[in-house]
């Protein structure tokens, strides 16, 4: 089949989205094509007509219906290209006796793309994508290495070992798992760039897509647990029953791993096309729905843990102590809460193709670097870890000065 000069240009989303802009317009004339090429298997010729005209010819933009010898026929710029260029444009073409004749104007005259299609504007957006993939690569490697070190504390001191940690480092795992999926993705999407991403199916790049959009939905379930968690010890006055860890597990996990399976299920039946990273299918929502559903509670939680939290601190009756431990409690998820998912709150509002530098920008690059503050917040300037870490190294300090001044005063005669 023949694909449009255009479709390697950078446009932006248009009425076909996709994860990367440069699929839409590929895609779009994809489905054109299919629709000339039925056109032109359901209009066999009879023998008489055979060698009288013109045929339905695809050109690789535009359908041309069967015309008359001698006849010309316009047709209007692709109706896709108006989305990001107005133009009314007309292309003809005649119909001679050696056969359709070429489009006069040329497409990128008649409508209008001879800007859009410069060099300096392609290598400009290649620039910029390459630029972006370097940020959030590092801002994952970041959050990656910060998440396994905390994870590392966590497990490492016996005195750190407790429910709310134990979320924590389900929490963080999370990210990290959110950090893998991005770099598998990539490596899979994206190692060979003569390979077509935009008309990739195989079951591997599938099985990748579906892994990310499990790390993502655990990492807002994951949130939400934190959310809870912290609402269930302020309603219980810091004396939360370990039984409730194993509902906390199947939130976390078994919500984002059944909402997936659903998803990976109705693409098979009813929309398996492509790699499954494009977002205009409606079957998105089993993915979106859960996500937003889980910011709305949070953002409920949050405004009830604050309610709560002005109540305990105005009590006359707390001690100076209870009211730190509060505070260092639900400072963290506070922050976290408003912080998580408000872009993707706004961004929902409005049609994939708006805001896509914008969004692209929060979700690659800031995003990439939530999972460092994570490990910061809960772990590396969380008090109880600072004193621990202290206290384990005073230990070890005082066991190397004694084995120094043993060896020192050792006698090492026969």
């Known amino acids: 089949s023949t694909i449009p000069w255009f479709s390697c240009l950078p446009f932006p989303l248009s009425k076909v989205q996709g994860t990367h802009p440069d699929c839409s317009v590929v895609l779009r004339f994809q489905e054109l094509e299919e629709e000339c090429l039925q056109r032109i298997r359901s209009e066999s ?34 109706e896709i290209l108006s989305v990001f260029k107005k133009s009314k444009g007309l292309i003809q073409r005649n119909c001679t006796e050696w056969g359709w004749s070429p489009p006069s104007p040329p497409y990128h005259s008649a409508c209008q793309l001879e800007t859009l299609g410069s060099s300096n504007d392609t290598e400009a957006k290649a620039r910029h994508f390459v630029t972006m993939k370097v940020l959030y690569t590092c801002g994952y490697s970041t959050s990656l290495a910060a998440l ?29 798992l959110r950090s893998t999926a991005v770099f598998i993705k990539d490596r899979i999407l994206f190692s060979d760039e003569s390979i077509d991403h ?38 219980l006055t810091f004396t939360c029953d370990r039984s409730y860890t194993w509902g906390y597990v199947l939130m976390g996990w078994g919500v984002p791993m059944v909402t997936v ?4 299920l109705t693409r098979l039946q009813y929309d398996n096309h492509g790699c499954w990273d494009d977002y205009s299918s ?9 996500i937003l559903l889980a910011i709305f509670v949070n953002f409920l939680i949050f405004l009830n843990v604050t309610r709560m939290l002005a109540q305990k601190i105005r009590c006359p009756d707390l ?72 206290r384990n190294w005073g230990t070890w300090q005082r066991s190397m000065e004694s084995n120094v001044f043993n060896l020192a005063t050792q006698d090492f005669t026969a």
Not at 155 to 175: A, E, V
Not at 202 to 225: D, E, G, H, P
Not at 261 to 264: C, P, S, T
């Open 45 to 78: 010729p009879s023998p008489g007509q055979a060698g009288q005209g013109c045929p339905t010819e695809w050109d690789g933009v535009s359908c041309w219906p069967a015309l008359p010898l001698g006849q010309s026929r316009g047709v209007a710029c692709p």
């Open 148 to 176: 396994l070190l905390a994870i590392g504390i966590f497990c490492c001191f016996r005195k750190l070992h407790c429910t709310r940690n134990s979320i924590h480092i389900h929490f963080f795992t999370s990210f990290i």
């Open 319 to 390: 001690s100076r102590t209870h009211k730190q431990q509060y505070m260092r409690l639900t400072k963290s998820t506070l922050l976290l809460i408003p912080l998580f998912g408000v872009h993707y709150v706004v961004f929902a509002l409005f049609p994939e193709h708006v805001g896509v530098d914008a969004r692209l920008y929060f979700e690659l690059v800031l995003g990439s670097y939530q999972g460092f503050l994570v490990a910061l917040l809960y772990c590396f300037l969380n008090g109880e870890v600072q004193a621990e870490i202290r």
């Open 261 to 264: 399976g659903v998803w990976v």
């Open 282 to 290: 409606v079957y998105w929502w089993v993915i979106k729905a859960p």
């Open 198 to 235: 935009c008309t990739m199916s195989t079951v591997t790049c599938k099985a990748a897509i579906a892994f990310f959009q499990y790390s993502v939905l655990a990492n807002f379930y994951w949130l939400l647990v934190e959310g809870l968690y912290l609402q269930t010890l302020l309603l």
